[in-house]
Structures are given as C-alpha cells and as structure tokens.
C-alpha cells in the first residue's frame, strides 16, 4: 500500500542542525511532489515547503528561506529535509505529504498521503 | 498571506448528530480549500479538497460547501470515529491552515 516512512525522533541543541528522512514506497516516486509540513506544540500546522521528486525542484515557506533544503535520492525513493540553525520554536513534528496530483510536474497544494511524523526537539 | 479563522474552537455533540464547522478566510481563496481531519497521535487525513470534493474512501457522511471567504464542514451523523480535529487549509495562496476545531463526544 502507499506509505511514507519517516526516520526516528531526534534531539538537539540549538544552533545545530536535523536532517529527516521521508522513504516512499507503493506508488511511483517521481510522480507526486512530497511536502513538509510541521506541528507544533500548540497543535498548529504550518507548511514548510516542497520537493519535486522527479527533478529536484524545491519551493520554500518565506520564513524558513536560508535555513531549510530539501532534496531527494531516486535510487531509493526517498526526500529529506534538513533544517538548520535550530531554535527552541523548532521543536514540532515534522510531516512528509505526498501531493493529490498524479501528474508528473503538476501540484495542488492538497496532501493525500502522510508520513507518521518524525518528533524534533530542539533543547539546550 | 491569508489567514484562516475555525470555528467553534470545540464542538460537543453526541453519536447520530449532525456536526457543521466553520472555516472563514481572510480574503477570498475562491474554492481552494480543504478539510483534514486528525486524531490523536496519528497523521492528518485529508477529506475534503476544493471545497466540496470528497477524497479517496471517505464516507458520503463527511461534505464540504462554500466559497470565497466562508466555508463549512458537516458530518450529518456522527460515528464514534468521527470524534476528533479537524483543520481547513486553503491554497490559494502560500498553504495555510486552520487552527482546529475539536469535536468531541458529549
């Protein structure tokens, strides 16, 4: 079946870095852009940006320009996210999201699969 | 960027009753809205998209209207599973979301 299984909690400091990963399986990889989403602790959901599996492509939220990059590595069907200059507001679940649109090069900006979460805690 | 206000913060209600929550926008997203519901521990689900279209294996129970600025879910009977939050999430612009209504059972 369609999954999205993402890498295991993490701690750190702040002023560190996190890399989370987001493995695919059942659906083909490059046929939907996969995004990042975050909860934080107030429940709050907040987009953080996309990847397009098939080239590479990213966009990201203006707030997290300069310190988020997403890439991806076909040959085992996974997208990461790697955030940096960490701070105490960081401290969320992170969400991979596969994007509704089945087209190749195409989203909507609709999430119809999700990754269980990856907990990140950022704690001196 | 366009802010998205639900309401009621917390909805009571019991099994086999008609649920209806509210999202509005602070300008108008047209029709490009979704709902999501989430319990807890778990992942969002996504429910409804464009306002009005159901996704993938969701019950007939679960139907989304509006457009521009005011949106509306409704569950017409409610399961025991139902019970939970439940977000919109426009895309218009940039994504946003809501900030949630919980339902709970009474």
């Known amino acids: 079946q369609v999954q999205l299984a993402q890498s295991g909690a993490e701690v750190r400091k702040p002023g560190a870095s996190v890399k989370v990963s987001c493995k695919a399986s059942?659906?083909?990889?490059?046929?939907?852009?996969i995004h990042w989403v975050r909860q934080d602790r107030g429940q709050r959901l907040e987009w953080v940006g996309w990847?397009?599996?098939?080239?590479?492509?990213?966009n990201y939220a203006e707030r997290f320009e300069g310190r988020v990059t997403m890439t991806r590595d076909t040959s085992i069907n996974t997208v990461y996210m790697d955030l940096s200059r960490l701070r105490s507001d960081d401290t969320a679940v992170y969400y991979c999201?596969?994007?509704?649109?089945?087209?190749?090069?195409?989203?909507?900006?609709?999430?119809?699969?999700w990754g269980k979460g990856t907990t990140v805690t950022v704690s001196s | 960027e366009v802010a998205l206000t639900q309401s009621p913060a917390t909805l009571s209600l019991s099994p086999g009753e008609r649920a209806t929550l509210s999202c509005r926008a602070t300008?108008?997203?047209?029709?490009?809205l979704a709902w999501y519901q989430q319990k807890r521990g778990q992942a969002p689900r996504l429910l409804i998209y464009?306002?009005?279209k159901r996704a993938t294996g969701i019950p007939a129970r679960f139907s989304g209207r509006g457009s521009g600025t005011d949106f509306t879910l409704t569950i017409s009977s409610l399961e025991p599973e139902d019970f939970a939050v439940y977000y919109c999430?426009?895309?218009?612009?940039?994504?946003?979301f809501g900030q949630g209504t919980r339902l709970e059972m009474k």
């Open positions: 999201a596969r994007d509704l649109c089945p087209l190749t090069n195409c989203y909507y900006f609709y999430m119809d699969v």
């Open positions: 059942g659906y083909t990889f490059t046929g939907h852009y």
């Open positions: 990847i397009n599996p098939k080239s590479g492509d990213t």
């Open positions: 300008e108008s997203v047209g029709h490009l």
């Open positions: 464009d306002a009005s």
């Open positions: 999430q426009q895309r218009h612009d940039w994504p946003t």
